[in-house]
């Protein structure tokens, strides 16, 4: 066989590095601050900070409280509306229909 007609293959699998935002999450006294307070232009610039330093995807998490789940659609959407990004969101939230329709 000629070298030079041979073609080359790599065995090496493609890894691509999934880079996840965790500035979103109920821990974050200034998020929650934030959301109390119905800061719409701090809640997008947390995100947007995030996804410019090169984060894939946000992990949004509020906690188990009901009162901070009940607006995790209203987030979602407020984000989204500003930018394209994916979210994390947990698992107790699949149950939330509105949640999912955000998102």
Known sequence: MNNET?????TTPSHRLLLVGEGLHVMNPALVR?????DEQRLVGMARSQVEAGA??????LGQSRQLCRLIP?????????METTFFLSSHVLKMEQALKAH
Do not use: F, K, M, Y
């Open 34 to 38: 934030a959301i109390e307070e119905r």
């Open 56 to 61: 894939d995807a946000l992990d949004l998490n």
């Open 6 to 10: 041979r073609t080359e293959t790599s």
């Open 74 to 82: 209203w987030l979602v959407e407020l984000i989204q509306d500003e």
